[in-house]
């Protein structure tokens, strides 16, 4: 299957500070990424959608300007998570769309202390 | 609102077969069966999907029911990798036109 990437796999950061984290398709064109946020013991939530060269859609209970996405490229979307605070600590999935299916990258964990 | 039901935890014997169901009792016509799973603190991998038709490939089977209103996903032979969350998603068409939501899914112990 088509792969997805992401960095980094894992950060920590401070309160208030702002993290970047890339999400990459390696051998397919992402018309569309997703954006999924995971809470301990809980299941995938999605966060946002984007298409390429386009604005996000983001769901319902999600500051779109906390967590900004850029999908400035077919291979290319980041989310940045800005003034971060601990509830923000989570487990972030990002997901890239070719025209036949929908592929996950490995994740990357967020702790803010 | 929820379109799929599973049990939320069940265990298997290693090298035994894990049958996991599915209840998606409101499913359409045109809603395909597809079964996903997640190993701890990696994203969720694909394992196979269906219409109606039972399907198998190397990772599991797929049996749906003639009315299609539950399925079962079965791996053969259970290895203690298997040991994951496995996520049953019903979503329209076989291609990407609509993305997947993930609810609750069984979480799979697979013991020596």
């Known amino acids: 299957g088509a792969v997805v990437s992401q960095h980094p796999s894992r950060v920590i950061c401070k309160s208030g500070t702002s993290v970047k984290i890339e999400c990459r398709s390696l051998d397919f064109q992402a018309t569309t990424m997703f954006w999924y946020r995971q809470f301990p013991k809980k299941s995938l939530m999605l966060m946002a959608t984007s298409n390429e060269g386009s604005k996000a859609t983001y769901e319902q209970g999600v500051e779109k300007d906390k967590f900004l996405i850029n999908h400035a490229s077919l291979t290319l979307s980041t989310l940045t998570v800005t003034s971060a605070h601990p509830e923000d600590s989570s487990f972030y999935i990002c997901?890239?769309?070719?025209?036949?299916?929908?592929?996950f990258g490995p994740g990357t964990r967020l702790t803010v202390t | 609102d929820a379109k799929t039901t599973q049990p939320p935890s069940m265990d298997c014997a290693e090298g035994r077969a894990a049958n996991l169901p599915c209840n998606h009792s409101?499913?359409?016509?045109?809603?395909?069966v597809y079964w996903y799973r997640q190993i701890h603190s990696q994203g969720p991998q694909y394992i196979i999907h269906g219409l109606k038709n039972n399907e198998t490939n190397e990772m599991a089977s797929l049996i749906i029911t003639e009315d299609r209103k539950s399925s079962t996903l079965i791996l053969p032979h259970a290895t203690l990798r298997d040991t994951a969350v496995y996520y049953c998603i019903v979503r329209v068409g076989s291609n990407a036109g609509n993305m997947l939501t993930f609810g609750g899914g069984t979480r799979l112990m697979v013991k020596p």
């Open positions: 409101t499913i359409s016509g045109n809603e395909y």
């Open positions: 997901s890239g769309r070719d025209a036949y299916e929908q592929y």
